[in-house]
């Protein structure tokens, strides 16, 4: 069972940044395909970005591509979301997710391990 916690949320102005934690209690973490989404208020959650196992791969949504980047130090067990350039509609409670595999899922149905979020909050 892998236990996922997010760190690094916080209240931020429009166009500063923040970097997101995802920290994994699995030592084989660097075997699993990991994701990042987030859920606004009444909103439903979407994805945000993912990375592979080895981190060859990344994927970003359209409208987080071109700020956010996302890494992982398998050392560590700890993937990491920089956020730049954050704007008002960036606020939510952004969420981890892990897979074993390699794929870099898009649906919530194609993650087996969740964090319980942590909040971004972009005032204007």
């Known amino acids: 069972q892998v236990q996922l916690v997010e760190s690094g949320g916080g209240l931020v102005q429009a166009g500063g940044s923040l970097r997101l934690s995802c920290a994994a209690s699995e030592r084989t973490f660097s075997s699993y395909t990991t994701g990042w989404f987030r859920q606004a208020p009444g909103k439903e959650r979407e994805f945000v970005a993912g990375?592979?196992?080895?981190?060859?791969?990344?994927y970003y949504s359209d409208s987080v591509k071109g700020r956010f980047t996302i890494s992982r130090d398998n050392a560590k067990n700890t993937v990491y979301l920089q956020m730049n350039s954050l704007k008002p509609e960036d606020t939510a409670v952004y969420s981890c997710?892990?897979?074993?595999?390699?794929?870099?899922?898009?649906?919530?149905?194609?993650?087996?391990?969740w964090g319980q979020g942590t909040q971004v909050t972009v005032s204007s």
């Open positions: 990375i592979n196992w080895s981190a060859i791969s990344t």
């Open positions: 997710a892990a897979r074993r595999g390699s794929g870099i899922g898009r649906l919530l149905s194609d993650y087996n391990y």
